[in-house]
């Protein structure tokens, strides 16, 4: 069994920046795609970005392509979502999610852990 705990959202201003991390206990997730998606109020959850073994190693949804940074430690165990130029329609609950291979996409149905979330709030 794997836990997957978010943290690093709040409250934060229009064009400034956030950094989310994912850290994994239970076990190691060395070989996971590892990916976010978020959930805005009365709207499906979407995919944001996904980090994986087989190349290409990151990959965006263009709605945040150019502004998030996804990035992992090992050594840590942990996955990192950096938000930079943040907008209010980047405004939900985030979650990570880790695969069952080392290789993963937007499709959320491949992915088999799932954290709590954390809310990021970008006001205007």
């Known amino acids: 069994q794997v836990l997957l705990v978010e943290s690093g959202g709040g409250l934060v201003q229009a064009g400034g920046s956030l950094r989310l991390a994912c850290a994994a206990s239970?076990?190691?997730?060395?070989?996971?795609?590892v990916g976010w998606f978020r959930q805005a109020p009365g709207k499906e959850r979407e995919f944001v970005a996904v980090?994986?073994?087989?190349?290409?190693?990151?990959y965006y949804a263009d709605s945040v392509k150019g502004r998030f940074t996804i990035s992992r430690d090992n050594a840590k165990n942990t996955v990192y979502l950096q938000m930079n130029s943040l907008k209010p329609e980047d405004t939900a609950v985030y979650y990570c999610?880790?695969?069952?291979?080392?290789?993963?996409?937007?499709?959320?149905?491949?992915?088999?852990?799932w954290g709590q979330g954390t809310q990021v709030t970008v006001s205007s």
């Open positions: 980090f994986r073994w087989s190349a290409p190693s990151t």
């Open positions: 999610a880790a695969a069952s291979s080392s290789w993963a996409g937007s499709f959320s149905g491949s992915y088999v852990y």
């Open positions: 239970g076990r190691t997730f060395s070989s996971n795609a």
